[in-house]
T-cell receptor
């Protein structure tokens, strides 16, 4: 068990560019979550998957954001036409089962849009 | 809708003193409650969780929290602060969907 990993750890991009982040959950964890954390705030829920199915998306997730988990293992989060307001830490977490199960968080990807 | 309020964005204590971080929640269903800790430039680590078993929950690093339904509170305590406890602490609530709703966090400073 190597924990949840995220790649890249840091990304600097220019406004209008597309970016993609990857999350590798703990193996055999069937649930995967994406959160966004801005400076001085707690993480905010974006979306989550159970296996390959995307079960819920937050209203925070505009149509410029898309997430996939094609084989129920790793997940990608893509942001198209980035805006300065997208600058944040993007956190991924995974868990097994439901009903108050612990979510294990990755180290996050810090996005800076210039 | 569920929500979490953390009173006090900054708390400062002396090493060896009691740590008390406050969390109040709002939930229309029996909640699951969590405390997470975040060190600079790192992800979140679970300290403890309440899932309707014992109301006094013990976690890692000597932390504990008590679920009080009548007060809708889940305050985090530690009898004696250590320098290594300096970090940001987040209280979170979830329901059966399991997505976490976080508070705005409390930054704990520990002075020697």
């Amino acid at each position: 068990d190597t924990g949840v990993s995220q790649d890249p750890r840091h990304k600097i991009t220019k406004r209008g560019q597309n970016v993609t982040f990857r999350c590798d959950p703990i193996s055999e964890h069937n649930r995967l979550y994406w959160y966004r954390q801005t400076l001085g705030q707690g993480p905010e829920f974006l979306t989550y998957f159970q296996n390959e199915a995307q079960l819920e998306k937050s209203r925070l997730l505009s149509d410029r954001f898309s997430a996939e988990r094609p084989k129920g293992s790793f997940s990608t989060l893509e942001i198209q036409r980035t805006e300065q307001g997208d600058s944040a830490m993007y956190l991924c977490a995974s868990s097994f089962g439901s009903g108050g199960r612990e979510q294990y968080f990755g180290p996050g990807t810090r996005l800076t849009v210039t | 809708a569920q929500s979490v309020t953390q009173l006090g964005s900054h708390v400062s204590v002396s090493e060896g003193a009691l740590v008390l971080l406050r969390c109040n929640y709002s939930s229309s269903v029996p909640p699951y409650l969590f405390w997470y800790v975040q060190y600079p430039n790192q992800g979140l680590q679970l300290l403890l969780k309440y899932t309707s078993a014992a109301t006094l929950v013990k976690g890692i690093n000597g932390f504990e929290a008590e679920f009080k339904k009548s007060e809708t509170s889940f305050h985090l305590t530690k009898p004696s602060a250590h320098m290594s406890d300096a970090a940001e602490y987040f209280c979170a609530v979830s329901d059966n969907t399991d997505k976490l709703i976080f508070g705005t966090g409390t930054r704990l400073q520990v002075f020697p």
